[in-house]
């Protein structure tokens, strides 16, 4: 047997503290934290709702349509071509419908994973720069910034598209700092792939960010003439990337403009791209728009970044004698404002065109928190901890019943919240204790900890709800009609969550033509779903309308074609 008795301590040595994880150890231990905290954020919740419309239904249904009809080169809606967005969304929820099975479930998988994927990316990218704990804190960030994980639990294209971009935007970087040519082979693939899920407007946002990126931080002087952009750009080899981008995107893109006799093209690059950055497509928002939409969309991550204005300012100032954490800093910076900018500039505005700013966020987050670890000044922390957890967080708790009573949620929702609430208290809990004890890495874990669980659990929880209010009520309308055995119409709306459950053409009312051909066609009994919105202009619906039932913004009407 072995002697299990410890060693003695000469007297006066210090105690011998347990050795620290090898660097490679930590680095495997946080991503394998990171991925399965992704999945656990990301995919529970997917199957708690049914469809919710317009965006949610419109590639669920349209990616069934495709694969129904055996077709993967041109993207449908109601079984007429729709042209607002490329392929590589359908492509991944047929893939997905493909190997498991037609369901909602399945249609939003593919972007789920997209979101979890992108937490770990960001972690493998900004830990040579910023270091394995800022690396770590930033993937955490960003799988608790609210916007990105509900975008990342409906099945639309901003969560692939900023997978896409942010795998672009840091392959490049890394490579500018000395990465393996391999950072540029993924650089170029993803942004290969962004063409296809959004079109040129994600690449043009990644070159746009990089060379201002290099514009600042260029050497004064000589030193930053032209051979130093030439440096930069047999480093970067964009014409090689470029032939890499197109030989991904332009076969489908040749494909789809011969299927469609160019109008694609027309659509797509003119109506859609050039029209919504010009406002004369929908979506138009006023200037102020995305200042609500950063704050509570990014929050507490958008708060907090704005008390280190102060060293952005100071880091635009430093340009060329940056630390290799200060340059991704910098760039995350640049990334951030650029967008913000850009879309703040153009008309057409909706939430989730910002969402590509959700990486740059979490590494200026990351970084930050790093920063708190490393100076450790637990104090304030403690008490503003120690506030929140004494009378912030019950204050919200005994409010909790008339904010839900005022926004129509449901008891079990507002049971859930609090539930869910108080796992988050918890965790604020330890890091208020960590932060007493001077332990700020605990206590900076606790909190981030906290913020992801938030988010993970908050989300799909809001999502249900939202159905059950929003969209459940046309899913029973739908049961009645094929009860009935009815035919049924849109009158002056459009709803791919329809066509998504009766899996069939649902003809859509907007002229007076439409109206005579449908209720002279097919067999009785013909139904009509008519939104309030449009029952509010049509003041009182006509004498041959019977309503048979109301759910929320949705009526029922039965039309006597003989009347």
Same mark, same amino acid.
């Given at each position: ?202 690449? %043009? ?242 909190? %981030? ?115």
């Amino acid at each position: 047997m072995t002697n299990s008795t410890p060693p003695e301590i000469e007297p006066g040595a210090l105690p011998v503290s347990p050795p620290k994880p090898k660097a490679g150890e930590r680095f495997w231990l946080h991503l394998l934290f990171v991925g399965l905290v992704s999945l656990m954020v990301f995919v529970p919740g997917l199957n708690g709702y049914g469809v919710i419309d317009p965006s949610d239904g419109l590639y669920a249904e349209g990616a069934r349509e495709m694969l129904e009809r055996s077709d993967w080169v041109t993207p449908s809606s109601n079984y007429k071509p729709f042209f607002e967005k490329p392929i590589l969304i359908y492509w991944m929820i047929m893939a997905s419908y493909k190997l498991f099975d037609v369901h909602e479930f399945y249609a939003r998988l593919p972007v789920a994973l997209c979101g979890a994927f992108s937490a770990v990316a960001l972690l493998v990218f900004a830990r040579p720069f910023l270091g394995a704990r800022a690396a770590f804190f930033a993937a955490l960030a960003l799988l608790s910034t609210p916007l990105f994980v509900t975008v990342g639990h409906v099945a639309i294209t901003d969560v692939p598209l900023t997978l896409f971009m942010m795998l672009g935007a840091l392959g490049l970087f890394s490579r500018l700092h000395g990465a393996h040519w391999i950072s540029l082979a993924i650089a170029y693939g993803a942004l290969g792939l962004a063409l296809l899920i959004k079109g040129p407007v994600p690449v %043009a946002l990644v070159a746009l960010i990089l060379v201002f990126y290099l514009a600042w931080v260029r050497p004064k002087g000589m030193a930053g003439g032209y051979q130093w952009w030439w440096q930069r750009v047999i480093l970067l080899h964009p014409f090689l990337g470029t032939v890499m981008m197109l030989s991904i995107a332009a076969p489908w893109y040749i494909a789809e403009g011969l299927a469609t006799k160019g109008a694609f093209y027309h659509e797509f690059f003119i109506n859609q791209n050039f029209g919504r950055a010009m406002g004369t497509v929908n979506h138009q928002n006023p200037f102020w728009f995305y200042i609500p939409v950063y704050l509570g969309g990014f929050f507490p991550w958008s708060i907090l970044t704005l008390f280190e204005i102060r060293r952005y300012f100071s880091l635009l100032k430093k340009r060329w004698v940056l630390t290799r954490r200060a340059s991704l800093e910098l760039f995350a910076v640049l990334w951030l404002v650029l967008i913000l900018a850009l879309f703040t500039v153009l008309k057409t505005k909706l939430a989730t065109y910002i969402l590509p700013v959700a990486p740059a966020m979490a590494i200026l987050s990351g970084s930050l928190l790093d920063r708190v670890v490393r100076f450790g000044k637990t104090r304030p922390l403690a008490w503003t901890l120690l506030v929140f957890v004494l009378l912030v967080f019950p204050l919200i708790v005994i409010c909790a019943p008339a904010i839900c009573f005022k926004l129509n949620i449901d008891i079990g929702t507002l049971y859930a919240f609090v539930g869910f609430g108080i796992f988050v208290w918890f965790f604020l809990v330890v890091a208020t204790w960590a932060a007493f004890k001077k332990k700020a890495e605990a206590a900076i874990t606790a909190i %981030a900890c906290a913020c992801t669980f938030a988010a993970g659990t908050f989300v799909p929880t809001g999502l249900q709800s939202h159905y059950v209010r929003c969209d459940y009520p046309l899913f029973h309308l739908l049961r009645r009609v094929v009860r009935d055995k009815a035919q049924v119409a849109l009158y002056m709306r459009d709803s791919p969550a329809v066509t998504f459950y009766l899996r069939r053409p649902i003809r859509e009312i907007k002229t007076l033509l439409d109206y005579k051909e449908y209720v002279q066609a097919g067999k009785k009994p013909h139904y009509l779903l008519v939104t309030t919105d449009v029952m509010q202009q049509m003041k009182e619906p006509p004498p041959m309308w019977t309503l048979l039932e109301k759910a929320a913004k949705w009526h029922l009407f039965k039309i006597d074609p003989l009347e």
